[in-house]
């Protein structure tokens, strides 16, 4: 049997909103809290800023059936609250340690106003002994502090949410603990029970995992340039080892977005802070960094035929800016890295992508509402991210459109077959 609880949920980001949805539609009653006033108005009256599958849909079923609603500051939902969600931004900071100001100002902000036996949740990423540090701030032996981290994609938070691999709750109290991981009975998900530092280190060790997978394979891409494999066949028949598996083996222009860069970093800080030499996280991050680089010689080898070829006065067309499809986040795009060296390098930008309205400030890309307005006159069209509805352009009307036939896919989402039919050659990743 399940118990309905009565959550507080403290920042309303992509973690925040769609915890305190979710948890809503599995029946809890939710108060989700923010600073900005608008940003409450707007969600109390189910306007979702956030481009999410379902996400709008859960907070509208959860303001009408009363399981969910929005206040402004995190003291005025924690006072009946049973087990308070800490939610809230911590972006990398000096020296790529985490920033922990927002987590230890909510602490602060309602440490007096939590009712006996609450359950604090860290559901933020943070480093190792933030639990611990938590409770010092606290100083409420009769408050709980559960480390609970979240393992949401962007793009799929939702489905992730309600679908999880693994409920991770570390607390050195075990009934806060199974507390915690009763909240998540209805998804029938294993449960990992264990201390505050292993589940903390769990977030991190699993990021930067991915991270380093995602810059293993970008490398044999390249390796596989240099001797005429095909990447594409690699992978698959890498993918099939079950120890292996087939996500995260796509190579393109590098990881970035909201978590991969800042946890590789907070990592690295945390492994310094222990005396501990991670090459080969540090090697992730550097392999990183230099395909960035290797996408902006590709483009000036497509565009000029030669390496080193100058690209001053390059006109480039730029398909796809957000750090990945089906979301309109920014947050270190790769896409927008990649960007940054073109124009360094002296070339001028127009850029579309399926989230962004024309006319956003993007710095040195101009952004436009339409593909084929993307592709006027422009020496090469560049892939930069992997929506899926670049490949069902009219390739044939953008080869009327561009300047020169060229198109570099940095994603090897396109079939190299249909853009040679329409007239256009096509440099991809990993294959001859």
């Known amino acids: 049997m399940m118990f309905v609880r009565r959550i507080a949920v403290v920042g309303t980001g992509y973690v925040g909103l769609t915890t305190g949805a979710c948890l809503a539609s599995l029946g809890h009653r939710v108060v989700c809290a923010d600073v900005d006033a608008g940003k409450v108005e707007r969600l109390s009256r189910g306007e979702v800023d956030i481009l999410e599958p379902r996400l709008a849909?859960?907070?509208?079923?959860?303001?009408?059936?009363?399981?969910?609603?929005?206040?402004?500051?995190?003291?005025?939902?924690?006072?009946?609250?049973?087990?308070?969600f800490l939610c809230v931004p911590t972006p990398m900071g000096v020296g790529g340690i985490a920033d922990l100001a927002a987590v230890e100002s909510v602490v602060d902000e309602t440490r007096d106003l939590l009712p006996s036996g609450t359950v604090i949740v860290n559901k933020s990423t943070v480093p190792v002994g933030t639990s611990i540090r938590t409770a010092e701030l606290l100083r409420r032996d009769d408050v709980?502090?559960?480390?609970?981290?979240?393992?949401?994609?962007?793009?799929?938070?939702?489905?992730?949410?309600?679908n999880p691999d693994r409920i991770v709750v570390g607390c050195d109290q075990q009934d806060a603990a199974e507390r915690v991981a009763a909240l998540y009975a209805r998804l029938g998900a294993p449960t990992?029970?264990?201390?505050?530092?292993?589940?903390?280190?769990?977030?991190?060790?699993?990021?930067?995992?991915?991270?380093?997978?995602?810059?293993?394979?970008?490398?044999?891409?390249?390796?596989?340039e240099r001797l005429g494999a095909n990447i594409t066949d690699v992978t698959e028949g890498m993918g099939y080892d079950k120890r292996i598996g087939q996500a995260f083996l796509n190579p393109g222009p590098g990881w970035g977005g909201s978590c991969l860069p800042k946890d590789t970093h907070a990592m690295l800080q945390v492994a310094d802070a222990a005396d501990f030499e991670f090459r080969l996280l540090r090697a992730t991050i550097d392999t990183n960094e230099r395909q960035r680089q290797r996408?902006?010689?590709?483009?000036?080898?497509?565009?000029?035929?030669?390496?080193g070829g100058s690209l001053s006065h390059v006109r480039l067309g730029l398909l796809g800016l957000t750090f990945k499809a089906g979301t309109d986040d920014l947050r270190d795009?790769?896409?927008?890295?990649?960007?940054?060296?073109?124009?360094?390098?002296?070339?001028?930008?127009?850029?579309?992508?399926?989230?962004?309205t024309g006319g956003t400030d993007l710095g040195p890309v101009s952004v436009v509402d339409d593909p084929y307005q993307a592709a006027k006159d422009v020496d090469a069209l560049v892939v930069l991210t992997e929506w899926p509805e670049f490949r069902s352009l009219d390739w044939a009307r953008l080869a009327e459109t561009v300047r020169q036939p060229v198109v570099v896919d940095t994603r090897n989402i396109l079939d190299p077959d249909v853009i040679r039919r329409?007239?256009?050659?096509?440099t991809s990743l990993g294959r001859r």
């Open 144 to 162: 709980a502090v559960v480390s609970n981290p979240e393992f949401l994609r962007e793009g799929s938070a939702v489905h992730d949410f309600l």
């Open 192 to 224: 990992v029970l264990t201390d505050a530092a292993s589940a903390e280190m769990v977030k991190y060790a699993a990021n930067c995992f991915l991270a380093m997978k995602l810059s293993y394979v970008n490398a044999v891409a390249e390796l596989c």
């Open 295 to 307: 996408m902006v010689e590709k483009v000036r080898l497509a565009v000029t035929g030669k390496r």
């Open 333 to 356: 795009s790769p896409a927008l890295a990649v960007a940054a060296l073109l124009k360094q390098a002296g070339a001028e930008l127009v850029g579309y992508d399926p989230a962004l």
């Open 422 to 426: 329409a007239g256009l050659t096509c």
């Open 57 to 84: 849909e859960l907070v509208a079923e959860g303001l009408a059936s009363g399981r969910l609603s929005f206040v402004l500051g995190a003291s005025a939902a924690v006072a009946d609250a049973e087990v308070v």
